[in-house]
């Protein structure tokens, strides 16, 4: 497995996140406003800008949309939460579920995250938070840099136009994969705030569908200064408080990176593929009937579990030159089982899936 290449984008993904703190993104205000007029920026610009953007005090509210076809909501409750940021790397964020609710506050010496259905508080010292350029081994600039040098081999970067995202104005950032890449996707859109350089909406669309798969948005966004007290946090009465200590998490970024490609190993993990046709493979530690029994037999379930009408009922049953298995299938990616324990998943259609699938032994 290239374990370079896969921290590297994840990392760039994270920076996008992070550069809002807590990877919230933004919204349309008006259909019917004009788009605004901006000074011309490159592509090469603008995602430099949004790697070294700061994040300033703001406080905003989220939405979040999917459209990928699944029988469950995997963004069910996000579509809720509020965030604040103080512009000295303080946050907070609130989750609503479905009668309880989930706290993250960043104090700027202490990540604490309240489950309040659980009444548990999880404190983080700091210095504990993984980020992606800590994985990476750069600083957020280096990573944006490194990331669209690795996008551009498969895509095509474009600033296409202005948008006017919960009344601030924005550029559009769009990436397109090439007529090669075998993929489901369409295109990538980020709206970039002009003046903060944060990201403000991504839409994740896929081949055939008009509207996005994915989209995260902010539905309200104002940029001042904050209630200091937002980012203060005193664990309520009763609540059970677990600390994080220093030998739950490795100390240093080279020992992440380490600790990271050990865990993938163990797990059989790698990639076949480059760019958008990159495929994730693995060989599981047994037949597919065995393990799920297992899984049966230690209470997730009935020991006569019927595993073959369980998995039909999400999906297809398929055979091929692997033999056979199960198809899942959503919107922007594609997953293939084999019954003998393979596992081959990527934003591709099933016959690149085949091809990769061959390659584990």
Not at 35 to 51: D, K
Request: no cysteine; glycine share 12%; net charge neutral.
């Amino acid at each position: 497995m290239n374990t370079k290449r896969t921290a590297l984008a994840v990392a760039g993904a994270g920076v996008l996140a992070g550069v809002i703190g807590l990877g919230v993104l933004a919204v349309p205000a008006g259909a019917d406003e004009p788009p605004p007029v901006l000074p011309q920026i490159s592509a090469e610009q603008l995602v430099e800008s949004v790697a070294n953007a700061k994040i300033p005090a703001l406080a905003g509210k989220v939405s979040a949309q999917e459209n990928l076809g699944l029988p469950i909501k995997l963004l069910e409750g996000f579509g809720n939460a509020s965030v604040w940021a103080d512009g000295q790397n303080r946050f907070r964020a609130t989750l609503p579920g479905k009668g309880s609710e989930r706290t993250f506050v960043e104090d700027g010496g202490t990540a604490w995250i309240w489950d309040s259905a659980r009444n548990t508080v999880t404190k983080v010292p700091h210095g504990q938070q993984a980020t992606p350029e800590k994985l990476a081994g750069k600083d957020p600039a280096t990573v944006g840099k490194d990331l669209l040098g690795l996008v551009r081999q498969y895509s095509d970067v474009k600033v296409d136009g202005t948008a006017r995202v919960a009344t601030r104005p924005a550029y559009e950032l769009v990436v397109t994969p090439k007529p090669t890449e075998r993929t489901l996707l369409r295109e990538i859109r980020i709206a970039v705030d002009s003046e903060t350089r944060i990201p403000l909406r991504l839409q994740v669309l896929a081949n055939g569908q008009a509207d996005p798969a994915v989209k995260v948005e902010f539905t309200e966004l104002n940029v001042g200064p904050q209630d200091a007290n937002l980012f203060t946090f005193t664990p309520p009465p009763g609540a059970t408080v677990k600390e994080r200590t220093d030998a739950d998490k490795p100390h240093d970024s080279a020992e992440a990176r380490k600790g990271v490609e050990d865990f993938l190993s163990g797990l059989n993990l790698k990639t076949v593929g480059e760019g958008w046709d990159t495929t994730l493979v693995a060989k599981l530690p047994g037949d597919l009937s065995s393990m799920l029994g297992q899984a049966a037999g230690q209470g997730r379930g009935r020991g006569d579990m019927d595993v073959s009408g369980m998995l039909k009922t999400f999906d297809k049953e398929v055979s091929g030159p692997y033999g056979t298995g199960y198809l899942f299938s959503t919107k922007v990616a594609t997953a293939l089982v084999t019954t003998d324990g393979r596992v081959a998943v990527g934003a591709v259609p099933e016959q690149v899936l085949t091809e990769a699938i061959g390659q584990v032994k």
